[in-house]
C-alpha cells in the first residue's frame, strides 16, 4: 500500500510539471507571437510613411522649376597665334589677377609655344593698385609696387626702366575699393585714384601707349558676403565711370571681365579657383583669346571701345 501511494505520488507531480511547461510554453509562445506581429505592424507603417515621405518630395522636386545651366563659355586648348607679336614691347600690371596671368602665360611660354603673348613682361603682385602706387615709393617698407628686375618702380617710372612703349593696367577693383574711407565713397575715390594715377603716368610719358583693362567680378558666394565695397555693384559702377573716362579721353579699354560671368552676371564659380574671384589656370583661356581680339581689331583698324560695359542681370 505504501508503495502504491508513492507511485501515485510521483505520476501527479510529473503530470503537474509536464502541464506547468506547457503552460509556461504557450505563455511565452504568445508574447513572442505579438511580438513578431507589433513589430511587422511597426515597420509597415515607417515604411508606409518612407514611402509617402519620398512621394512627397518627388511631388515637390517635380514641381520645382530646374536651375537654368550657366551658359558660360568654354574653356579651349592654348595654342599659338601669330597675332601675338601684337604684344611685343609691352609692360602689364596689376594686383594678384594679373599676378596669376603673368605666371601661367610664361608656363605655357615653356609648355605651349615660347611666342605666347610675344615679349611682354608681367611686373604685378599682391594689393597693387592707383592708390599704393601714390601713396607708396620704392623705398616704402612692403611696398605693393611693379618690380622690375629686383626693383621696385611706381607706374610712371616702369615705362623708362622697362623699354616697353605699350604699359597694359588692370583696373585693381578690389585693391582700390577696399582702400576708400567708406563704403559709400568707395567707387567716386577708387575712380579718382584711377584719373589721378593715369595723369601721373602720361605726364611723364606722353608718347605711351595705355590699355586699360576692367575689374573682374565676384562669385555669388563671394558676393553675397558682408563686403559692401567690393560688391559686383560696386565694380560694375567702377568699371563703367573708367571706361566713360577712357572714352572722353582716347585710351582704349578693353572688357576682360564679362567672358567671366554666368547667366546672372557674377564671376562663373566654375573658373574660380577660390569661390570669390581669384581666376583658376584654365579659365584665363578666356583673357587670352579677348586680349588676342583685341589685337586683331587693332592690326585691322577696326577697334571700338564699348560704349558701357554690359549690364548685370538680376539675379
Same mark, same amino acid.
Given at each position: 500500500?505504501?508503495?502504491?501511494?508513492?507511485?501515485?505520488?510521483?505520476?501527479?507531480?510529473?503530470?503537474?510539471? !509536464?502541464? =506547468?511547461?506547457?503552460?509556461?510554453?504557450?505563455?511565452?509562445? %504568445?508574447? +513572442?507571437?505579438?511580438?513578431? @506581429? &507589433? $513589430?511587422?505592424?511597426?515597420?509597415?507603417?515607417?515604411?508606409?510613411?518612407?514611402?509617402?515621405?519620398?512621394?512627397?518630395?518627388?511631388?515637390?522636386?517635380?514641381?520645382?522649376?530646374?536651375?537654368?545651366?550657366?551658359?558660360?563659355?568654354?574653356?579651349g586648348e592654348i595654342k599659338a597665334d601669330s597675332v601675338d607679336s601684337f604684344f611685343n614691347n609691352?609692360?602689364?600690371?596689376?594686383?594678384?589677377?594679373?599676378?596669376h596671368f603673368g605666371r601661367y602665360v610664361g608656363e605655357w611660354r615653356e609648355s605651349v609655344d615660347?611666342?605666347?603673348?610675344?615679349?611682354?613682361?608681367?611686373?604685378?603682385?599682391?594689393?597693387?593698385?592707383?592708390?599704393?602706387?601714390?601713396?607708396?615709393?620704392?623705398?616704402?617698407?612692403?611696398?605693393?609696387?611693379?618690380?622690375?628686375?629686383?626693383?621696385?618702380?611706381?607706374?610712371?617710372?616702369?615705362?623708362? !626702366?622697362? =623699354?616697353?612703349?605699350?604699359?597694359?593696367?588692370?583696373?585693381? %577693383?578690389? +585693391?582700390?575699393?577696399?582702400? @576708400? &574711407? $567708406?563704403a559709400e565713397n568707395c567707387v567716386q575715390q577708387a575712380y579718382r585714384e584711377a584719373v589721378m594715377?593715369?595723369?601721373?603716368?602720361?605726364?611723364?610719358?606722353?608718347?605711351?601707349?595705355?590699355?586699360?583693362?576692367?575689374?573682374?567680378?565676384?562669385?555669388?558666394?563671394?558676393?553675397?558676403?558682408?563686403?559692401?565695397?567690393?560688391?559686383?555693384?560696386?565694380?560694375?559702377?567702377?568699371?563703367?565711370?573708367?571706361?566713360?573716362?577712357?572714352?572722353?579721353?582716347?585710351?582704349?579699354?578693353?572688357?576682360?571681365?564679362?567672358?567671366?560671368?554666368?547667366?546672372?552676371?557674377?564671376?562663373?564659380?566654375?573658373?574660380?579657383?577660390?569661390?570669390?574671384?581669384?581666376?583658376?589656370?584654365?579659365?584665363?583661356?578666356?583673357?587670352?583669346?579677348?586680349?588676342?581680339?583685341?589685337?586683331?581689331?587693332?592690326?585691322?583698324?577696326?577697334?571700338?571701345?564699348?560704349?558701357?560695359?554690359?549690364?548685370?542681370?538680376?539675379?
Amino acid at each position: 500500500m505504501q508503495s502504491f501511494m508513492k507511485k501515485l505520488i510521483a505520476l501527479l507531480l510529473t503530470a503537474a510539471f !509536464a502541464l =506547468g511547461v506547457c503552460a509556461c510554453g504557450a505563455e511565452t509562445g %504568445g508574447d +513572442s507571437s505579438v511580438s513578431e @506581429a &507589433e $513589430s511587422v505592424e511597426s515597420t509597415e507603417s515607417a515604411e508606409s510613411t518612407e514611402e509617402s515621405s519620398e512621394e512627397s518630395v518627388a511631388d515637390v522636386s517635380s514641381k520645382r522649376e530646374p536651375r537654368p545651366k550657366d551658359p558660360i563659355r568654354e574653356l579651349g586648348e592654348i595654342k599659338a597665334d601669330s597675332v601675338d607679336s601684337f604684344f611685343n614691347n609691352s609692360v602689364f600690371i596689376g594686383y594678384s589677377i594679373m599676378m596669376h596671368f603673368g605666371r601661367y602665360v610664361g608656363e605655357w611660354r615653356e609648355s605651349v609655344d615660347e611666342s605666347i603673348m610675344g615679349n611682354a613682361l608681367f611686373c604685378a603682385g599682391v594689393s597693387m593698385g592707383f592708390t599704393t602706387d601714390r601713396i607708396h615709393t620704392p623705398d616704402t617698407p612692403d611696398n605693393a609696387l611693379p618690380l622690375y628686375q629686383g626693383k621696385a618702380y611706381n607706374f610712371a617710372d616702369l615705362p623708362a !626702366a622697362t =623699354g616697353c612703349d605699350t604699359l597694359y593696367i588692370g583696373l585693381s %577693383g578690389y +585693391s582700390d575699393l577696399k582702400r @576708400a &574711407e $567708406s563704403a559709400e565713397n568707395c567707387v567716386q575715390q577708387a575712380y579718382r585714384e584711377a584719373v589721378m594715377g593715369i595723369g601721373r603716368i602720361r605726364d611723364k610719358n606722353p608718347d605711351l601707349k595705355i590699355v586699360i583693362l576692367s575689374s573682374t567680378y565676384n562669385t555669388a558666394i563671394y558676393d553675397a558676403l558682408p563686403e559692401a565695397r567690393c560688391s559686383n555693384e560696386k565694380v560694375y559702377e567702377y568699371n563703367n565711370m573708367v571706361l566713360n573716362y577712357c572714352n572722353g579721353k582716347g585710351i582704349d579699354f578693353v572688357d576682360v571681365s564679362t567672358c567671366l560671368t554666368d547667366h546672372r552676371g557674377r564671376f562663373a564659380e566654375e573658373y574660380a579657383n577660390d569661390e570669390e574671384y581669384h581666376i583658376i589656370k584654365e579659365a584665363y583661356y578666356l583673357w587670352l583669346e579677348e586680349l588676342r581680339a583685341y589685337a586683331r581689331a587693332k592690326t585691322e583698324g577696326a577697334w571700338k571701345n564699348p560704349e558701357e560695359m554690359p549690364t548685370l542681370p538680376a539675379a
